[in-house]
């Protein structure tokens, strides 16, 4: 299966996974998905873009073994692993350093970063909620970027 096949598998099963599904502002959760697709540089950033948040959304239906068994490579699984929160719990800053152990899920994570930052997505004025997540965002964005 060539790169480009495994992309289009990709959109297909993050279309499957997100259907439905709305981000913070009530849009599509898709659109969030595959302009992380758009800001990869490689095909490689591009499938684990869109596939970044099918396992951690929806860990049953969507499992690594599950992408396995859909014939991706075990570097995108990999990097999609470094990508899931298993555990809803776990700290965020220990999230991000988890990501540093695969080169492309860092360069996915900047790309899901300044997704997330984009003041662009918000149609309502921002809470103190928002901005404290936005503060998150912007800790770990300088955190990653700074050191690749």
């Given at each position: 299966?060539?790169?480009?096949?495994?992309?289009?598998?990709?959109?297909k099963?993050?279309?499957?996974?997100?259907k439905?599904?709305?981000?913070?502002?009530?849009?599509?959760?898709?659109?969030?998905?595959?302009?992380?697709?758009?800001?990869?540089?490689?095909?490689?950033?591009?499938?684990?873009?869109?596939?970044?948040?099918?396992?951690?959304?929806?860990?049953?239906?969507?499992?690594?073994?599950?992408?396995?068994?859909?014939?991706?490579?075990?570097?995108?699984?990999?990097?999609?692993?470094?990508?899931?929160?298993?555990?809803?719990?776990?700290?965020?800053?220990e999230?991000?350093?988890?990501?540093?152990?695969?080169?492309?899920?860092?360069?996915?994570?900047?790309?899901?970063?300044?997704?997330?930052?984009?003041?662009?997505?918000?149609?309502?004025?921002?809470?103190?909620?928002?901005?404290?997540?936005?503060?998150?965002?912007?800790?770990?964005?300088?955190?990653?970027?700074?050191?690749?």
């Open positions: 299966m060539t790169k480009e096949d495994l992309l289009h598998k990709a959109i099963i993050a279309s499957k996974a997100h439905g599904q709305t981000d913070k502002y009530h849009a599509p959760y898709i659109a969030h998905v595959m302009r992380v697709m758009e800001y990869g540089k490689t095909l490689d950033e591009k499938i684990v873009g869109v596939l970044h948040d099918v396992v951690e959304d929806h860990p049953l239906e969507f499992s690594l073994d599950y992408l396995r068994t859909e014939g991706f490579p075990e570097y995108i699984i990999f990097a999609i692993s470094c990508l899931t929160k298993f555990d809803p719990e776990e700290d965020y800053d999230f991000v350093k988890r990501t540093e152990r695969s080169p492309l899920a860092v360069a996915v994570k900047l790309n899901d970063l300044r997704d997330n930052m984009d003041l662009r997505r918000v149609n309502r004025e921002l809470s103190p909620k928002d901005i404290k997540r936005f503060n998150k965002y912007l800790k770990a964005y300088h955190y990653l970027i700074d050191k690749y």
